[in-house]
């Protein structure tokens, strides 16, 4: 279904219409017949559940440049596989050894842990698959925009992005790091996916070097904030208000930006990167920022 355009007013309904459309495109693209209970895995992990924050910025983006709606759900859909499969792999024994994801079991609790490192890896290649449709004619997706796409996300994705800030976070147990190593660390493991997908929407329509520099610096604003943000209630949240395991990352004695900087503090962080987030809009040059500034909003005001 086609979601309905965002004004002061109907947020929500914004909100909804493109949920909708997403799930739905996910529950296409996802299939269940894949070998060996590999589908029943894939879909397990990546279905009914998580905030889709992703997505929405993705489409978002597109709205503010007026750009290809459905060349942005193709990102939407390949930018959430991404999102999906890491957290498959992040909460298995190896690395963060988690059982709840979404208020439910995780995958390798589930399915196993063989089953869930496939199914974390077969909704990486999907991902790119998404992005590659053998008849772009038929979808917007023109040779240029699926290199362009393409390279975002492989690149938010890979070493100098989100496997490289787990690798940071990992080898960072039981050390001290200052603000700045944190920083980095959360820039490449949370922050660079939030800012592919504000680009990746971007990049479906025609933003010019003033539009895309702005979109990009919000971008890693609500990034960090989100990390923040997520810092926080880790600490001052109920497992079953998050869906996942509450106070992990002190028990694993990891830095968080609570420990380093204290609580009140962080506080104060998030709102600072709201604020950074918010100025970048206006600099854009885009008329069409609302739904941007309100997701921006909703990451530093959530309480889950």
């Known amino acids: ?11 929500d309904a914004w909100t909804r219409g493109h949920l909708e459309a997403v799930e739905a495109a996910l529950d296409a693209w996802v299939p269940a017949d894949a070998p060996a209970g590999l589908g029943q ?17 993705v489409m978002a983006a597109c709205e503010a440049l007026h750009g290809a709606p459905a060349a942005a759900m193709r990102a939407a859909v390949a930018v959430e596989l991404i999102h999906a499969y890491s957290l498959v792999h992040d909460d298995m024994p190896c690395m963060d050894n988690d059982v709840l994801r979404r208020g439910k079991p995780t995958v390798h609790v589930q399915f196993g842990e063989a089953q869930a490192m496939l199914a974390g890896d077969a909704m990486q290649a999907l991902a790119f698959e998404v992005l590659t449709p053998q008849e772009a004619s038929d979808t917007g997706m023109a040779p240029a925009l699926q290199a362009r796409l393409t390279s975002l996300l492989a690149r938010s994705a890979g070493h100098a992005g ?17 603000e700045a190593a944190l920083r980095d660390m959360h820039r490449r493991k949370t922050g660079a996916l939030l800012q592919a997908s504000v680009l990746m929407g971007a990049a479906c329509g025609q933003p010019d070097a003033r539009a895309w520099q702005a979109l990009s610096d919000f971008g890693a604003a609500l990034g960090l904030a989100f990390q923040v943000v997520d810092d926080i209630l880790d600490v001052t949240q109920a497992s079953a208000t998050l869906g996942k395991t509450a106070g992990k990352d002190i028990d694993a004695n990891k830095p968080t930006y609570v420990s380093v900087l204290g609580l009140e503090a962080a506080r104060r962080h998030a709102q600072d990167l709201r604020v950074q987030a918010h100025e970048a809009l206006a600099r854009s040059g885009l008329a069409d920022t609302a739904a941007l500034a309100w997701l921006a909003d909703k990451v530093v005001e959530r309480e889950s």
Do not use: C, E, T
């Open 162 to 178: 989100m496997a490289g800030g787990q690798a940071i976070d990992l080898a960072s147990v039981g050390m001290p790091l200052d």
């Open 1 to 11: 279904m086609d979601a309905p355009a965002v004004s002061a007013l109907n947020f």
């Open 41 to 57: 895995a894939m879909r397990y992990g990546v279905l009914d559940g998580g905030k889709r924050l992703r997505p929405l910025l």
